[in-house]
């Protein structure tokens, strides 16, 4: 059925069954693969998108319950500038403060940074971002830098005014 | 998933009749609030709905509101919602700080309180809220007494189809909810909700059992005296689950110890 969404700012009419999940709209449909499938039981938390600003696991969500609805993936949050990409400064933390190491849980939990900006704000401390962690898996780092990474990101959103949406 | 057909309708009438006219090939219709109960339960097949009758486009089914004793949270209102409103924190911060330990911040911004109501998981938690509160689930077709709603493993007095509108919880004196998490799925391997009423103290355990349900000895004894003090050495009786997570005994046990932490809490 005919379903209405604007993911990472374009909006478009996508031909979608009932059935298909919103990540899989996005990964096989739109070929945004950016967005992962870690569990498909809304554990682990590397399939979180921001729609309408707000984090959500895209593997238990339906495309057609969106119609309307505005989508911001990983693919959206970098910017292109004269040519080059500019990484979100939340992404930017990630690599400089080695928040990854596989990466496969990096998109989800680049999501789940800005969904504590939102409601936290810009200055956030370690036992704020290890609580709002619950709903993100990493199997690699310990999560010790992804803490760091997260609450540098925070700080370096509100240096370069980005916000984020609701 | 099994395929199934979409209905979106915007109006509760619309809904209903949806509702009726979705069982098109004996797999039943089902509505859907936030889904993060169905949707999971339809990817493992456990449900396979013929029709999903999508409740979002319904008007008039968030919000919340307090109308003299009575917190009225729509039925489509998100756990997000409930755990950052002004209202809820001002009339009953237990249920604001119940609804901020429900599943994780992801799943709190999609599923609803009306969806946790309908489904009545034996580990979810505002069942023990509404019972231990008391209070009302309005719906389309009437109201329902919290002391009658909860018929026992996902049983409810719910009718085929009958949709809920919003939620009354009767504002306390003071409550608070205390939760064993499974630290992997968020639900309650044992949750105790206690409330200190006019009408007396009431307390409900949710997880422990095939349902929520009032705990008659705990009331008791935090009638006689509400202390942390009071809840010592008590142990809830009853047919308790034993899984792979805790035994009978264990849940027993813990009931007691979740008690005596949300009297300290209330």
Known sequence: MATTLTINGATAAHEVSPAILLVDLLRDGLGLTGTHIGCDTSQCGACNVLVDGRAVKACTVLAVQLDGASVTTIEGLATMGSGAETLHPMQAAFKEHHGLQCGFCTPGMVIAGLEMVRRHGHDLDEATISHELEGNLCRCTGYRNIVTAIAAGAKAMALSGETVDA | ?266
């Open chain 2, 1 to 266: 998933m099994r395929e199934f057909a979409y209905e979106r309708p915007s109006s509760l009438d619309a809904a209903v009749a949806a509702f009726a006219a979705g069982d098109t090939g004996g797999g039943g219709a089902a509505l859907i609030a936030g889904g993060h109960t169905l949707l999971p339960a339809m990817k493992s097949r456990l449900r396979q709905p013929d029709t999903l009758v999508d409740l979002a486009g319904v008007p008039g089914l968030t919000g919340i509101a307090r109308d003299g004793d009575t917190l009225w949270i729509g039925a489509m209102t998100t756990h997000a919602t409930v755990a950052a409103d002004p209202t809820v924190a001002a009339a009953i911060p237990g249920l604001a700080a119940l609804a901020l330990l429900i599943g994780d911040p992801q799943v709190r911004n999609r599923g609803t309180i009306g969806g946790v109501l309908a489904n009545n998981d034996p580990s979810a938690d505002y069942p023990a809220a509404l019972l231990a509160l008391g209070g009302t689930v309005e719906t389309n077709l009437g109201r329902h007494d919290a002391d009658d709603y909860f018929q026992g493993m996902f049983a409810t007095a719910l009718a085929d189809g009958e949709i809920i509108v919003r939620v009354g919880f009767t504002v306390p004196t003071a409550s608070a909810y205390a939760k064993f998490r499974h630290p992997a799925s968020r639900y309650a391997v044992v949750g105790v909700y206690v409330a200190q009423t006019t009408d007396g103290v009431r307390v409900a355990v949710t997880g422990a059992g095939p349902g929520v349900v009032r705990w008659a000895e705990a009331e008791a004894a935090l009638t006689a005296s509400f202390t942390p003090e009071a809840a010592t050495g008590l142990v809830l009786g009853g047919d308790l689950n034993t899984d792979i997570h805790a035994s009978a005994e264990y849940r027993a046990h813990l009931a007691g110890t979740m008690l005596a932490r949300a009297v300290a809490a209330a």
